[in-house]
């Protein structure tokens, strides 16, 4: 668990391809250093995730300044975006992350009260 | 100083040639360097070939590496639809030459929240073209995104910023986009790409279709503003920037013969000039292909090479007809000396027979061209743009020297002077072929209606088939007007006997003369004689008259002697009269 603080840490390195682990979410946010669209980004979907998947996720930040070459993986234009890796369907979700009912919509996490 | 080169160099725009055949010269030298360009045009019209030669000929020919982002195609189907055009990518990726992203969105799988950018597409692209070093990008077609992104406003502002962007890294960019109902693009990328508007066609005009490129805009360079024809074949694009050359090829006073001894004999013994238009018009079936393959033939022996354009026969058909009359067309075939180009003129529009001509004699570097005939073109086209069409073709094939023969359909009722397809005027020169019906034969007859810088036969001819190829006989001009065949040879047996009679005529009269000349003798004789016998009898009387004349004298002498003496009287009579 990462502390949360204003800047967010930035994965260099590759991790091994996601296992699916029981109910474990991985997340991927790619952004474009730290613009104010980015911290935005990371705040609020680590609101949602402490909110929604309290202790099954995992976030990790790719910075397309860094390794560009990155980005075709998952087919990234706009920036930030947020990847749904696991469970699938991967599921993608740009912007800020600021409509958090859009972003459950998104990440299939919408619960109809 | 300094500043006036500075400024001259400012003012003039770099260019970056794009390698396309024919297209350079249009825009005198290529896209403008280091600027997007945008190529728009209906779905089919060539737009990602366009984009994708600009970049193999970019690296190839002028050593500029490129980026190619499509946004609708995969890399392999890129890879593979390209192959077909001879453009080996997945060796030019190998060798950095070239770089492929594939940018793919999936509207179902996105959802938007809130601000963003598209910087994702910047750095991709900028990490591409600065793996490669590319100085050349083209985006394929971008106007997917508005597919793909709902919020517009930023998509635009992006757009903007990107086009800006490219400017910025200095690439020449090729942007591609799908024709809009009243605008150029569908989503007015017209808008953001102002440098230069490129717009590509695919037009079909009575069942035919024929690609056409226009430049629509180009800032700060002159360039050709018509819709030239182009054509996407195995060898790629290629663009014909003929309208017209002007007039100013060179000329050849170097003759060579049309194959027929009898008709290079009309043309001062020598034959066409070199680098001619030949125009050979006449009814169905006079002999037009005969001709053409007479001078296949002649030329062929004399190693030269000839295209063959044929629109109605099949080479094969064409050979074996031809063979009917001793022209064996089939060796050159096979040593390469003759080209056959057959096309239905239906398969393509006539833009697309312009090109294909193009790249045909481009391609065979002949020096003789055969078009048999030219004025099928017609059926589905104006008579403008035929004539058009063939004022371009002649030109072209002047500009390179290359001897045309054509031959054209004309049809029986209209006037045989008019050919079809009034090229006339572009026309060196121009044998007629014509019909001439008599005493129930159809036979054909020949002669030349012009031909330019030479004093050519006025005399027609009869032109006749036979197993040793085409001859040309002497027709029968009288007052009965022009006679050929049977009728010719009966008028020839008519004047011979007349000619007999006539000599037979002069021969009697001679005899007449000679009789009326002995008449004439003998009369003269005649009265010779009678005039003798006269003249004898004239003397004689005379000589009696002076006689006695005489003895009157001598009676008086007497008679004064008798008067004084009478023996004196008789003495002297004794005396005169012993």
Known sequence: ????????????????PPKAEDNKWVLRLYV??????????????????????EGKYSIEVIDLLINPQLGNEDQILALPTLVRKLPVPVRKIIGDLSDTERVLVGLDLFHVD | MKKAEHLLSQATLQKSPTGIQGFDEITAGGLPAGRPTLVCGSAGCGKTLFGIEFLVRGTTLYNEPGVFMSFEETNEELIKNVASLGFDLEDLIKHKKIALDHVHIERSEIEETGEYDLEGLFIRLGYAIDSIGAKRVVLDTIESLFAGLLNQMILRAELRRLFR????????????GERGEDTLTRQGLEEYVSDCVIMLDHRVTEQTSTRRLRVVKYRGSLHGTNEYPFLIDETGFSVLPVTSLGLEHKVSNERISSGITELDKMLEGKGYFRGSTVLVSGTAGVGKTSMAAHFAE?????????????????????MRNMRSIGINLEPWAHRGLLQFQATRPTFYGLEMHLAVTHKAVNAFNPEIVIMDPINTFILGDTENEVKSMLMRIVDFLKGNQITALF??????????????VGISSLIDTWLLLRDIELNGERNRGMYVLKSRGMANSNQIREFILTDNGVKLRDVYVGASGVLTGSARIAQEAHENAGLLRQKQDIERKRRELERKRKVMEARVAALHAEFKSQESEALKNLEAEQEIIRLQKMDKIEMAASRKSVTEKRKTKKHTKP
């Open chain 1, 1 to 16: 668990m990462k502390p949360m603080n204003e800047k967010f840490e930035v994965k260099t390195k590759r991790k091994k």
């Open chain 1, 32 to 53: 474009a250093g730290q613009s104010p669209k980015a911290l935005t980004a990371f705040a609020n979907l680590k609101k949602i995730c402490e909110e929604q998947l």
């Open chain 2, 165 to 176: 962007w490219l400017k910025e890294k200095g690439v020449t960019a090729i942007i591609t």
């Open chain 2, 298 to 318: 002649a030329a062929c022996k004399r190693g030269e090479r000839v295209l063959y354009f044929c629109f109605e026969e099949s080479p094969s058909q064409l």
């Open chain 2, 407 to 420: 031959t054209s359909l004309t049809s029986s009722e209209s006037a045989l002077e008019s050919s079809d």
